[in-house]
């Protein structure tokens, strides 16, 4: 799902669920450079 990112990966990045109504959204923090980029999806 990721659009852009080079090397980003599941495998290094954290991720949580995040619970918003309507919205569900993964938020992601790079173990390396602790980058956080969030991505939403619309139910
Ligand atoms: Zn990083």
């Given amino acids: 799902m990721f659009s852009?990112?080079?090397?980003v990966t599941k495998g290094n990045l954290k991720q949580w669920l995040v619970?918003?109504?309507d919205l569900q959204g993964?938020?992601?923090q790079c173990v390396h450079c602790k980058k956080h980029r969030l991505h939403i999806d619309a139910s």
């Fill in 19 to 21: 619970n918003g109504g």
């Fill in 4 to 7: 852009s990112g080079g090397n």
């Fill in 26 to 28: 993964y938020l992601f």
